[in-house]
């Protein structure tokens, strides 16, 4: 597993922006799809956006398309989520996670322990 952390989080008004990053200790993600989920409390854990590393191949949840921008960073254990436009029901918890495939991503995943993102109306 990769330890990770988020970081970014936090209030903005509707229509605002933020950005997301997500480190990698003690390894990089070489190897990695790395990417976001979100998790309101009381719904379902959603898929935000993810990268695979090594050739740049990016997906997005369809709630976030032409919003939301995913980037891998200066260095090979940092990952960003630019969220753009901003909506009242972006709000919940933004977790990073880094898996072998994007298919393995939910269940088979290692977990940063989220950053909130609260965008108010």
């Known amino acids: 597993q990769v330890q990770l952390v988020e970081s970014g989080g936090g209030l903005v008004q509707a229509g605002g922006s933020l950005r997301l990053s997500c480190a990698a200790s003690g390894r990089t993600f070489s190897y990695y799809t790395v990417g976001w989920f979100r998790q309101a409390p009381g719904k379902e854990r959603e898929f935000v956006a993810a990268?695979?590393?090594?050739?740049?191949?990016?997906f997005y949840g369809d709630s976030v398309k032409g919003r939301f921008i995913i980037s891998r960073g200066s260095t090979k254990n940092t990952v960003h989520l630019q969220m753009n436009s901003l909506k009242p029901e972006d709000t919940a918890v933004y977790y990073c996670?880094?898996?072998?495939?994007?298919?393995?991503?939910?269940?088979?995943?290692?977990w940063g322990q989220g950053t909130q993102v609260t965008v108010s109306s």
């Open positions: 996670n880094a898996a072998s495939s994007i298919t393995t991503m939910q269940t088979g995943g290692s």
């Open positions: 990268i695979r590393w090594n050739d740049g191949t990016i």
